[in-house]
């Protein structure tokens, strides 16, 4: 069936099976390989975009056609080139990476939870990323470049320099 | 950064070694653009899926493809016959048993490959495989290697040998250990259980084969960790020249031991592009992930400590029944069939010790891998800082004490272990006392004795423990006979910037920045005009790859001396620049200079300039250069690791509230990454001792297929790390580095499991295996008749 899915700004008319999941309809259909597999029981989060600007949904718990209507956000759409967005720059200067297969479901998640929440407390990520899972970091680096890109977030002018 | 790094040997300012550089991989990662094995689409691309067995043990009366078929889109469908008309039904293994490609006549574990499905969608294919109907006869399981040592059914008919034992390995001196073990004045026995467990990196196993007809060559990207060994495997295995050959390793997300053995979806992908003639596209599920994989671990392990009573240790004796599963598919180098495991003398000075590990065959996914491990390393470390912990208890001393009593001292190194390692070097006990200092151990230990009298518990567990990385000297190691040196190029361009390539391969470790770092110090270059390439066989140098923190050791001496190999050259070119004689330059400050003038120099830059316009006289022109560095003995990285936990005593549940680990792995390239690497490795610590664990029911039913039973900890249950390291250089290392990657897999279980049983040892607990539930505390606790409440 075709659809129409709007990514990152722009509209995609698709071709998919009704049971065609998201994050293959992304994948595979839109060209957009950001977004990982990593598991078939919804459980590792690798497969992280944002819907609507602000609620992250593991893109393989969803069907293509159930995205229809909703603005799609994957890291393909949060900066790229010279315009890294604050979260992209904190992983790397924090060394929140290592294989990056879950890097850029992590930066989403952590994109959401920045908009729900600007100033969170390392709780308050540790929570809002357990959804995600990291094999190769310990998290503790990702913790601290959710907290610098909250900083940057927050004083956009600071962040800058 | 590490909050503290003690430099037992200080070396001089460096330009890029020891210095945390940003990750020049990061960019494409974070911009999600990175090229992982799934990402690659070809035309004319088929899918492939696989019909997996139900049961454990079964014979095969006969397989029906027809309905399958049918299927819009499906074009083929493969069986073993199939396989055996290409002599690929069954492949060799990389500890020198064979193992099916696809069931023949029987399966011998669940989820076993029965026949692959190719189709033009991932979905047809998965649809067709649902159809293929396989007529299964069951026969007696024997999922238990205790039961199958019984060898009253046997379970490898196609065997000479009509028994389930693969080997008795088994090293040192026995007699003198029984003696010395009947003569001491403390015998301690410990057993442990090393779990069964899944290496589980994220991205799971996955391959892009595509033959092309017109020219014969085949192209396998692959997830892989040693692709050249991968090459010559797939030219032994089908015949194919290993010049018609081309594996490419592209971006990796997380290997862990993984993806070094050849699995059989590779196998049935490459079979399906040479008979169809397109390309075939295979990405494991997650479950076929958990089921097909190769395990790591499953060590049933027995210790015995011998000492006096002041607490001088005299004698290890340690024998383990291993479960190798259903083919004997271990990945060990050739004479070490039960890997490094003989060092499980670990930091202490036994005169004397003996070893031996009886492996048998059951009806499980066959292996193991060294996950996040040099070779069983990891269950020799566990095996003996449990051990150690037991003795110091039933000696009635301070683990810590008894440890300084017992530790191999600096002046021993080179340190001839009875097990017939020699250890490069060591300093275990300042290592350990910076660990007991940063932890601040006398006051915790002061802090648990007033909690004790209020019936609080908390625990405070060691482990200092040695590694043995980076195999290997040819003379000892090889995998499948081909020696486990490593190579590396470095090819110098006119501009002064550089590409390096090396036989190695990331899959998350870094090397795009640390092999940078190492090339520049040598040269005196920009790291940053440094390029980095691995993983395709037709440009990289051989090399054995990734895997058991080999790459520091073996290809960062490939790199450090291939550098100063093209030093040598540009020496000679700067003395043409310069006209004078070679004898006459010195290399100071990162520049030729004529000895003592430092105005009369010139830099490597200027002699790569030199070497393709103005080459030097009588000398070949350009700069480049392939080394392949064959390691004169392992290294062995050391570390101390403190974990303090406390435990709810009406749910049973343990918090770690501190874990302390300062390593010491010699040089340091990157601290940032090197405590990158010790984060992640606590972590997988902390996934085996507290949740992760395959389990199989009497019937070889694999009970946790996926992540929702096979439990891997989120940043909500991983506790926060407290790191730092000593340095002590490896003396024969060129730049004296040790490697890291495991370190913290292999030392930290047993400092969780040590402290879980300091806490509960006032209650009699002396025995608890990993993974530590909190049921497992909760029965204990009401077992030694604790109130909840
Ligand atoms: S792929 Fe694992 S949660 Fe989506
Ligand atoms: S960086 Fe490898 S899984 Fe997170």
């Known amino acids: 069936m075709e659809i129409t899915l709007n990514v990152n700004g722009q509209e995609h008319k698709v071709d998919v099976e009704p049971r065609t999941l998201l994050v293959y309809a992304l994948r595979e259909n839109c060209g957009l390989k950001g977004a990982h597999v990593g598991c078939d029981s919804s459980s590792c989060g690798v497969c992280t975009v944002v819907l609507d600007g602000k609620i992250p949904v593991k893109s393989c718990t969803m069907f293509a056609v159930q995205a229809e209507g909703h603005e799609i956000t994957t890291i393909e759409g949060l900066g790229g080139g010279a315009n890294l967005h604050p979260l992209q720059k904190a992983f790397h200067e924090q060394h929140g990476l290592q294989c990056g297969y879950c890097t850029p479901a992590m930066i989403m998640s952590s994109y959401a939870l920045l908009q729900h929440n600007p100033d969170p407390s390392e709780d308050d990520i540790r929570r809002g990323l357990s959804g995600n899972l990291c094999r190769c970091t310990g998290y503790m680096n990702i913790v601290k470049a959710v907290q610098q890109a909250a900083a940057d977030m927050r004083q956009p002018a600071e962040a800058a320099d | 950064m590490s909050d503290q790094i003690k430099d037992l040997n200080p070396a001089k300012e460096c330009r890029a070694m020891g210095k945390s550089i940003k990750r020049r991989e990061d960019a494409r990662f974070v911009q999600g653009r990175g090229t992982y094995v799934d990402d690659i689409e070809l035309p004319k691309m088929l899918h492939m899926a696989i019909v997996h067995s139900p049961y454990a043990h079964a014979l095969i009366k006969g397989i029906d493809t027809a309905e399958a078929l049918k299927v819009p889109g499906v074009k083929a469908i493969i069986t073993a016959k199939d396989l055996a008309g290409f002599n690929l039904d069954w492949i060799p293994t990389l500890a020198g048993d064979k193992q099916m490609v696809l069931a023949t006549d029987r399966v011998m574990y669940q989820y076993q490959e029965v026949a692959a499905v190719f189709a033009e969608t991932r979905a047809q294919a998965v649809d067709a495989a649902q159809l293929v109907e396989v007529d299964y006869e069951p026969l007696e399981v024997v999922a238990d290697p205790f039961k199958a040592r019984e060898d009253k059914v046997i379970l490898r008919t196609d065997r000479e040998k009509k028994t389930n034992h693969i080997f008795n390995w088994n090293v040192g001196d026995r007699e003198a250990t029984d003696k010395a073990l009947a003569e001491a004045e403390v015998r301690v026995k410990q057993k442990a259980y090393y779990p069964r467990v899944h290496a589980s990196p994220l991205e799971p196993c996955a391959i892009v084969a595509d033959m092309n007809t017109a020219t014969g060559r085949l192209t396998l990207y692959l997830t892989s960790q040693a692709p050249h060994a991968h090459r010559t495997v797939v030219s032994l295995v089908t015949g194919i020249p290993e010049s018609n050959i081309r594996i490419v390793s592209p971006d990796i997300g997380g290997g862990f031991g993984n993806k070094v053995p050849v699995y059989p979806g590779y196998v049935c992908a490459a079979a399906g592009t040479i008979v169809l003639g397109v390309p075939v596209k295979w990405v494991a599920t997650r479950t076929e992930s958990m089921t097909t994989d190769s395990f790591a671990r499953d060590f049933h392990m027995e210790a015995e400590i011998g000492a006096t009573k002041e607490g001088k ?211 005196g270059l920009d790291v940053d005009k440094i390029l980095v390439e691995e993983g395709d066989t037709d440009t990289a140098p051989y090399g054995l790859g990734t895997y058991a923190s080999r790459s520091t050791p073996t290809a960062g001496g490939a790199l450090a001396l291939g550098a100063r190999r093209i030093r040598e050259k540009a020496k000679r070119i700067a003395a043409h620049l310069l006209e004078v004689s070679a004898d006459d330059i010195e290399w100071e400050d990162y520049k030729f200079q004529i000895k003592g003038v430092p105005s009369k120099s010139v830099t490597t830059q200027d002699c790569a300039f030199a070497a393709y316009t103005n080459p030097a006289p009588g000398d070949e022109p350009g700069l480049e250069t392939t080394y392949y560095y064959d390691p004169p003995n392992l290294t062995f990285p050391h570390g101390a690791y403190i974990c303090v936990v406390d435990i709810d005593k009406s749910t049973g549940e343990v918090k770690v509230r501190r874990f302390v680990a300062i390593d010491d792995c010699g040089t340091i390239i990157n601290p940032m990454i090197v405590e990158g690497q010790v984060h992640g490795g606590l972590a997988e610590g902390f996934a085996m001792a507290f949740m992760q664990e395959i389990v199989y029911d009497e019937e070889g039913n694999h009970l946790n297929t996926n992540y929702t039973d096979y439990l891997i900890p989120t940043a909500y249950e991983v506790p926060k790390f407290e790191t730092g390291n000593t340095v002590t250089p490896s003396p024969h290392h060129p730049i004296g580095a040790k490697g890291v990657g495991e370190s913290p897999t292999v030392g930290s279980p047993a400092a969780y499991v040590n402290a879980v049983i300091d806490a509960l040892s006032p209650y009699g607990v002396s025995e608890i295996d990993m993974p530590i539930s909190r049921e497992k505390v909760f029965s204990k606790l009401r077992a030694a008749g604790v109130e909840a409440f």
């Open chain 2, 313 to 523: 240790v005299t004698a290890l004796k340690v024998t383990t029944v291993a479960d190798h599963g259903a083919f004997d598919a271990a990945a060990d180098p050739s004479k070490y069939p039960a890997g490094l495991f003989s060092i499980c003398t670990g930091s202490y000075d036994f005169p004397t010790a003996f070893t031996e590990v009886d492996a048998y065959y059951t009806n499980k996914t066959p292996g193991g891998v060294a996950y996040r491990c040099s070779f069983r390393v990891t269950e020799a470390s566990y095996m003996i800082e449990r051990a150690m912990d037991t003795a110091a208890r039933e000696l009635n001393m301070d683990p810590a004490e008894f440890r300084f009593k017992n530790f191999i001292q600096k002046e021993q190194f080179p340190y001839n272990s009875p097990l017939g390692w020699t250890y490069d070097s060591g300093d275990y006990e300042t290592t350990f006392k910076v660990a007991l200092e940063k932890v601040g151990y006398e006051e915790l230990r002061k802090e648990q004795a007033e909690k004790r009298a209020k019936g609080e518990i908390m625990g405070i567990g060691i482990s200092t423990f040695t590694e043995i990385v980076g195999a290997g000297p040819s003379k000892d190691f090889d995998i499948l006979g081909i020696k486990m040196f490593d190579g590396a190029e470095i090819r110098i361009h006119p501009t002064g910037s550089v590409i390096v390539r090396a036989g190695t391969k990331s899959q998350g470790q870094g090397h795009e920045t640390t092999w940078a770092q190492i090339v520049a110090e040598e040269l």
